[in-house]
Nanobody
């Protein structure tokens, strides 16, 4: 079992930055790929970014490419999402997820463990 706890969300003005963190329990964190997803009110959950188990590969949604950066520190069992140039349309609950497959996947079904999420609100 893996438990995931997100932090770092909040209220920021458009153009600002936030860094989300996701702390994972368990000894096998370094073997999992880690993804970030978001869900805005009234919308389906959507893929944001993923990093492979060894940080060798990353994948981003087109809507965040060039603005968001995913990274991980396996020594700290933590994955990060640096969000720059935030827009009001980035407002959502952001959740991290772990996949035992280890690769870079954008499909929700590829993930085995989920955090509760952290709210990000971007004001115009």
């Amino acid at each position: 079992q893996v438990q995931l706890v997100e932090s770092g969300g909040g209220l920021v003005q458009a153009g600002g930055s936030l860094r989300l963190s996701c702390a994972a329990s368990g000894r096998t964190f370094s073997s999992y790929s880690m993804g970030w997803f978001r869900q805005a009110p009234g919308k389906e959950r959507e893929f944001v970014a993923v990093i492979s188990w060894n940080a060798g590969r990353t994948l981003y949604a087109d809507s965040v490419k060039g603005r968001f950066t995913i990274s991980r520190d396996n020594a700290k069992n933590t994955v990060y999402l640096q969000m720059n140039s935030l827009k009001p349309e980035d407002t959502a609950v952001y959740s991290c997820a772990a996949s035992v497959l280890g690769g870079t996947y954008s499909r929700i079904a590829s993930y085995d463990y989920w955090g509760q999420g952290t709210q990000v609100t971007v004001s115009s």
